[in-house]
Nanobody
Framework: QVQLQESGPGLVKPSQTLSLICTVS??????????WGWIRQAPGKGLEWMGA???????YYSPSLKSRTSISRDTSKNQFTLQLSSVTPEDTGVYYC????????????????WGQGTQVTVSS
């Protein structure tokens, strides 16, 4: 049973970097052929795919966030991370990590296991 748990500061100041960690249990971030993604949901809006890191270590990002987003992993800890720089209040929302499989990794339906989500508020 794959389980994912997001963790990190719940409050970030504007212009700073939002950093979150997803801890994985019951599976490995290096197992063929899965990918590990970050998805967020701003208040009153739909889910937004941010990016993903594949079992191989390759990363892919949403074009709208690519310039500010970095996803990495720590295989020894079975974790993968999200860094979103230069945040503004519009980055406020619930952030999820999830595991996906198959083609079209940017499609939300490909992510079968999700963390519970963590609230991040960007405010001064």
């Amino acid at each position: 049973q794959v389980q994912l748990q997001e963790s990190g500061p719940g409050l970030v100041k504007p212009s700073q970097t939002l950093s979150l960690i997803c801890t994985v249990s019951g599976g490995s971030v290096t197992t063929d052929y899965y990918y590990w993604g970050w998805i967020r949901q701003a208040p009153g809006k739909g889910l937004e795919w941010m990016g993903a890191i594949f079992y191989s270590g390759s990363t892919y990002y949403s074009p709208s966030l690519k310039s500010r987003t970095s996803i990495s992993r720590d295989t020894s800890k079975n974790q993968f991370t999200l860094q979103l720089s230069s945040v503004t209040p519009e980055d406020t929302g619930v952030y999820y990590c999830a595991r996906g499989a198959g083609t079209n990794y940017y499609t939300l339906g490909k992510y079968e296991y999700w963390g519970q989500g963590t609230q991040v508020t960007v405010s001064s």
